[in-house]
């Protein structure tokens, strides 16, 4: 399979599906994949967004190579947001390495803190820090505060995600 061609072939969960299944454990074809995502075209990059939140979640040992570029997409406000949100997303289900947290963290804060962000890119960023924070309260309470500060102003599913991930204590 050429992953490019399928990729540009159709935007289906089925479709995307039989590219997740192709890649399966190959970090080769892994690797292709996310070329494609974390690079300059849109609808290449948003395509394959599908396909690595897919792979990730079967197979999440194929991202650790990737988790500098990952948190790199984080950071940097000329990507797409579809890039930004699938890298939120995908984080919120692996574990973050240690050498990375401080800066996720921060990434995903800032997102959170960015009332300009959409709420997908805004709640999944809030989740990952969250995590990221579980063991370190003063942080939590940062990521609390600021997710109180927004509540106002936001839709209902960013306060329910909030609430959520704030009652566990």
């Known amino acids: 399979m050429n992953i490019r061609e399928a990729l540009l ?10 590219i997740v299944e192709y890649i ?33 979640e079967h197979e999440p040992q194929l991202v650790r190579p990737y988790f500098t570029s990952l948190v790199v997409h984080l950071e940097r406000d000329d990507v797409h947001d579809a890039v930004r949100r699938n890298v939120a997303r995908m984080l919120q289900f692996i574990e973050v390495p240690k050498r ?3 800066r996720t963290f921060d990434a995903c804060y800032k997102l959170v803190d960015e009332p300009h962000q959409p709420v997908a890119v805004r709640a999944f960023a809030m989740t990952v820090a969250a995590q990221i924070a579980k063991d370190a309260p003063e942080l939590r309470q940062e990521l609390r505060l600021i997710a109180q500060k927004h509540a106002p102003h936001t839709t209902i599913a960013f306060r329910k995600r909030a609430e959520m991930l704030f009652e566990r204590g």
Do not use: I
């Open 9 to 18: 072939a159709e935007h289906s969960k089925d479709h995307t599906m039989k």
């Open 24 to 56: 399966g454990r190959d970090a080769a074809k892994f690797e292709q994949v996310m070329k494609f995502f974390l690079g300059p075209t849109y609808r290449l990059s948003q395509r394959a967004a599908w396909v690595v939140n897919y792979c990730a």
């Open 100 to 102: 990375l947290r401080g």
